[in-house]
């Protein structure tokens, strides 16, 4: 009950977002979003999910979009409805739709990704690593490897920032001081 | 267009961010180092941490809490994350075990390797991530003030 009023909650955000004009209360909303998005998780026993939501897309991504909307105009521009995107969109939503016929049912215990792995992560994590919270034992050590490239990818996104909004400064600073 | 108040100037902002951040930076070691015992870890502890510097940037300005937290700083630390991270595969290795493979860390007890091992490489991505979300939030921010903004 408490989950079909959040969806409810998401799907009204979602096409306020969508119709909106102002940017800066879209901005808003997206962390609205991201907030309800975190209490489903909850729900749904994801936590370590839900914390990462909330911190990244309700805290940090709202930050971001906020910093991008001081560049440029806080109001969208008025565009004349187009109908081959709106086609899209609703082809690419009915598969998406479709695909999710196949899945199992929410919490079913003899869905295919809990048959390989999932009995020796939860007993691996306590006899062999020894942390309390399986999710860990599962992102630091059985996938640690996994968890290097991302962190990986993250300073390489923070580089890539760098280069694009800030690299050359240096090289100016050194073309303009006298020698 | 009339030029808004800055937001150093607005005093209920300011006192109620300054009473936030030591709470902030607290729970974020929290999150850091209870990783193993609920949720949370270093990629959440790192976001929370940022949003603290994100928070008093907003607040107080960019050349303030890049006094506090320098660009220079940001840059090695960003690149520190990985290196432990890294480092700790590479000790692995040095001690006869896998990549990664924290068992070999303490020679005495694999499951203090282990705690050893995901302590410091949750302490990597934190790191990492700190300083690279501060980073973004610095070049975004940064982009409009025109002239060197180190």
Same mark, same amino acid.
């Given at each position: 009950?408490?989950?079909?009023?959040?969806?409810?909650?998401?799907?009204?955000?979602?096409?306020?977002?969508?119709?909106?004009?102002?940017?800066?209360?879209?901005?808003?909303?997206?962390?609205?979003?991201?907030?309800?998005?975190?209490?489903?998780?909850?729900?749904?026993?994801?936590?370590?999910?839900?914390?990462?939501?909330?911190?990244?897309?309700?805290?940090?991504?709202?930050?971001?979009?906020?910093?991008?909307?001081?560049?440029?105009?806080?109001?969208?521009?008025?565009?004349?409805?187009?109908?081959?995107?709106?086609?899209?969109?609703?082809?690419?939503?009915?598969?998406?739709?479709?695909?999710?016929?196949?899945?199992?049912?929410?919490?079913?215990?003899?869905?295919?990704?809990?048959?390989?792995?999932?009995?020796?992560?939860?007993?691996?994590?306590?006899?062999?690593?020894?942390?309390?919270?399986?999710?860990?034992?599962?992102?630091?050590?059985?996938?640690?490897?996994?968890?290097?490239?991302?962190?990986?990818?993250?300073?390489?996104?923070?580089?890539?920032?760098?280069?694009?909004?800030?690299?050359?400064?240096?090289?100016?600073?050194?073309?303009?001081?006298?020698? | 267009?009339?030029?808004?108040?800055?937001?150093?100037?607005?005093?209920?902002?300011?006192?109620?961010?300054?009473?936030?951040?030591?709470?902030?930076?607290?729970?974020?070691?929290?999150?850091?180092?209870?990783?193993?015992?609920?949720?949370?870890?270093?990629?959440?502890?790192?976001?929370?941490?940022?949003?603290?510097?994100?928070?008093?940037?907003?607040?107080? !300005?960019?050349?303030?809490?890049?006094? #506090?937290?320098?660009?220079?700083?940001?840059?090695? $630390?960003?690149? %520190? /994350?990985? &290196? @432990?991270?890294?480092?700790?595969?590479?000790?692995?290795?040095?001690?006869? !075990?896998?990549?990664?493979?924290?068992? #070999?860390?303490?020679?005495?007890?694999?499951?203090? $390797?282990?705690? %050893? /091992?995901? &302590? @410091?490489?949750?302490?990597?991505?934190?790191?990492?991530?700190?300083?690279?979300?501060?980073?973004?939030?610095?070049?975004?921010?940064?982009?409009?003030?025109?002239?060197?903004?180190?």
């Amino acid at each position: 009950m408490t989950e079909a009023v959040l969806f409810g909650i998401l799907l009204v955000m979602a096409v306020a977002i969508a119709r909106m004009r102002d940017l800066f209360a879209a901005a808003m909303l997206f962390g609205i979003f991201s907030l309800v998005s975190a209490s489903l998780f909850t729900l749904m026993d994801a936590v370590d999910v839900a914390f990462t939501e909330a911190a990244v897309g309700a805290g940090i991504s709202t930050v971001l979009i906020l910093g991008t909307l001081s560049l440029t105009d806080r109001r969208e521009r008025q565009q004349p409805l187009r109908a081959l995107p709106f086609v899209v969109v609703i082809l690419t939503g009915a598969t998406l739709l479709y695909g999710t016929m196949d899945m199992p049912a929410y919490g079913d215990p003899h869905a295919p990704v809990h048959n390989d792995l999932t009995a020796e992560f939860i007993q691996g994590t306590e006899s062999k690593i020894h942390v309390p919270n399986v999710v860990t034992g599962v992102l630091a050590s059985y996938r640690g490897y996994d968890t290097f490239g991302e962190t990986t990818v993250i300073f390489a996104a923070a580089v890539g920032v760098m280069i694009l909004l800030g690299g050359w400064r240096k090289d100016e600073d050194e073309a303009e001081s006298p020698s | 267009m009339k030029k808004p108040m800055r937001m150093r100037e607005m005093i209920i902002l300011r006192v109620v961010s300054m009473g936030l951040i030591p709470p902030i930076f607290l729970f974020a070691l929290y999150v850091q180092f209870h990783g193993d015992f609920g949720p949370g870890g270093g990629f959440q502890a790192g976001v929370i941490f940022a949003a603290g510097f994100v928070l008093y940037g907003i607040i107080f !300005g960019l050349t303030a809490v890049k006094r #506090v937290f320098p660009p220079r700083a940001v840059e090695v $630390g960003a690149a %520190l /994350g990985v &290196l @432990l991270y890294g480092g700790v595969g590479v000790a692995s290795i040095n001690l006869g !075990g896998n990549f990664l493979d924290y068992n #070999v860390l303490n020679s005495h007890s694999p499951a203090h $390797g282990q705690h %050893l /091992g995901i &302590l @410091l490489v949750e302490l990597g991505v934190g790191i990492t991530v700190t300083c690279a979300m501060t980073a973004i939030f610095y070049y975004f921010a940064g982009r409009h003030t025109s002239g060197p903004h180190r």
